[in-house]
């Protein structure tokens, strides 16, 4: 439908804004660059977003503010409007590049994930660090759960942890490969999750039993990023060796009957 090029220079990572109206992304110069979606026309350019390259992006479900990360460990927020875009805050806590950054439901609140072992969950309105999470691992992803009082984190250990929101104590770790693990995403209910990483398997687990029920194999590189779409019935993977996949949900997971006898997700 669409290729967006900038020549000579790596694009680390991309968010669809929630109105559909626009396409933000990270690049390896430092800058953050907002495309129109129809035509792939440059609508902004936030220079000097990040001195070594804007490593993780997302944005409030208003649009009106840009989180992002770069590879140097800061967290920023960006004010947003038609004509400018501005720096609000500056927020400088992790020690190595930042791999994600999640909002909760209600926009108050970010989890941002590092290479340095931590991941913070942050009060994006007052710019202030609300918990902060260590481990002896690369942290390349946290999540919310839907109702907010967990999060599930994953990176170079190869464990799938489980943490209590509100006093930073892990609850429950399990082993999610023998490989590292790059990316997690819970479905809207909460009930499941998916996870994949360097072995290339996308594995979708029940959320309370921490129990993988469903395997699916088709990328001969990492998987380095996961989605669901909005009606639940699709998951994305995109690989290291360029591959985009998309996988059919199980309809028991859709219908939220999950069992362990159903056949393996299908490519």
């Known amino acids: 439908m669409l290729r967006i090029q900038v020549p000579g220079i790596e694009c680390n990572c991309v968010f669809f804004n929630r109105d559909g109206k626009s396409i933000i992304s990270g690049w390896s110069d430092g800058k953050i660059r907002c495309f129109l979606p129809q035509s792939g026309k440059l609508l902004y350019v936030i220079n000097d977003a990040h001195n070594h390259g804007c490593t993780a992006i997302t944005a409030t479900d208003d649009g009106q503010r840009i ?78 759960n839907p109702e907010e009082y967990q999060i599930l984190t994953t990176g170079s250990d190869r464990k799938i942890t489980y943490w209590e929101k509100y006093d930073g104590q892990i609850i429950r770790s399990v082993e999610g490969s023998d490989k590292e693990l ?33 395997q699916g194999e088709g990328h001969s590189g990492s998987i380095l990023k996961i989605r669901i779409s909005p009606d639940q019935r699709t998951v994305i993977t995109v690989g290291s060796e360029g591959a985009i996949f998309f996988w059919t949900m199980p309809e028991s997971v859709v219908a939220d009957k999950v069992e362990p006898e159903l056949p393996t997700i299908k490519n």
């Open 67 to 144: 989180i992002s990360g770069g590879s140097e460990g800061d967290v920023r927020v960006w004010k947003i409007t038609k004509q400018t875009q501005a720096m609000e805050a500056s927020l400088k806590e992790h020690r190595g590049r930042v791999w994600s950054i999640e909002l909760n439901a209600d926009n108050t609140q970010a989890i941002s994930s590092s290479a340095d072992g931590s991941c913070i969950i942050w009060d994006i309105k007052n710019y202030t660090r609300v918990i902060c999470l260590f481990e002896s691992t690369a942290f390349r992803q946290a999540s919310f």
């Open 182 to 214: 790059n990316s997690l995403v819970i479905t809207r209910e909460g009930k499941h999750f998916l996870s994949g990483g360097q072995d290339g398997i996308l594995k979708l687990w029940n959320y309370d039993e921490g129990v993988c029920y469903f």
